[in-house]
């Protein structure tokens, strides 16, 4: 008997404290709380704090208030300029209306899915006939805001504040950037090929000019060379011819000398006679010029 009343105090004392904590909730900064009473909203509560409940009766709904940022996923728009285009966005947005918020079943992933949603069908529409590739930042920006109102005023309706909205990135599918990449390439190895085209005419060019020149310059030398020869085989000749007029006979064996040099000194064979006169000089020396 002892036992069981102390086990109807411990009972007791858990249902008590099991009230006591199902009967408050507390709310922080970045918090609200939709209030059920019965399955039906009966409050809204927004200002960070410690609050009561009826256990059993009312059930608490916490919906984040907070400032969240996202980024979507590539959405595909028709291009003037090209096939399609894939743009990504940066959105910031909170719940402002926990109320609304919770009556579209809302939570912080599907807030996001539902903002990525309407940005796939609002974003087509916002960039129809324009290509973002080329407008101006002024036009891109207007482009943006309007986009952003329209989103803000469909988000609105379901407790959603859509605060800010940029363009990340602007981009081709997939699909196509293969195609795009391989008509960059082709693009790329036709200039090469003009230009090395260019470089071989313009070494053609350079080389035959070069030749020409080159020609020029030794049909130049060479005839310089046959005047300077010409005239000093003249004086030469002339100078011979004092020579040969003041003595004669030193002439004379002079000129032999000079034959038996050109002659000898080769590697010719001469097969002469002895009394050729070929040899009067060595055998007489200057004597043999008078005869």
Do not use: C
Request: net charge neutral; aromatic share 8%.
């Amino acid at each position: 008997m002892k036992n069981w009343g102390w086990g109807a105090v411990t009972l007791a004392v858990v249902a008590v404290l099991f009230l006591v904590s199902s009967s408050f909730y507390v709310l922080h900064i970045g918090q609200a709380a939709v209030v059920l009473n019965l399955g039906h909203e009966s409050a809204v509560e927004q200002e960070p704090g410690l609050y009561f409940k009826w256990p059993f009766v009312q059930k608490i709904e916490i919906i984040d208030t907070r400032l969240r940022n996202g980024s979507s996923e590539p959405v595909t728009v028709p291009s003037a300029a090209h096939d399609r285009l894939e743009l990504s966005f940066f959105e910031q947005w909170r719940g402002t209306d926990p109320a609304r918020f919770y009556r579209h079943g809302l939570d912080a992933a599907l807030a996001e899915k539902r903002i990525d949603d309407l940005l796939k069908e609002k974003a087509a529409n916002a960039f129809r006939d324009a290509d973002p590739v080329r407008m101006t930042p002024v036009q891109l920006q207007r482009s943006l805001d309007g986009l952003k109102q329209e989103l803000a005023r469909t988000l609105q309706a379901e407790g959603i504040a859509l605060e800010g909205l940029q363009l990340l990135k602007v981009g081709l599918p997939q699909a196509q950037l293969h195609t795009v990449y391989s008509a960059m390439e082709q693009a790329t190895l036709d200039r090469a090929k003009a230009i090395e085209a260019s470089g071989k005419a313009k070494a053609t060019q350079i080389r035959d000019q070069a030749d020409a020149e080159k020609a020029q310059i030794l049909a130049e030398a060479y005839r310089k060379a046959q005047t300077i020869k010409g005239a000093a085989e003249s004086e030469a000749a002339g100078i011979y011819a004092a020579a040969s007029d003041k003595d004669p006979k030193f002439y004379a064996f002079y000129r032999s000398l000079e034959a038996y040099r050109q002659s000898l000194g080769s590697q010719d064979v001469l097969v002469l006679p002895a009394n050729s006169r070929f040899f009067d000089v060595l055998q007489h020396g200057m004597e043999s010029t008078s005869r």
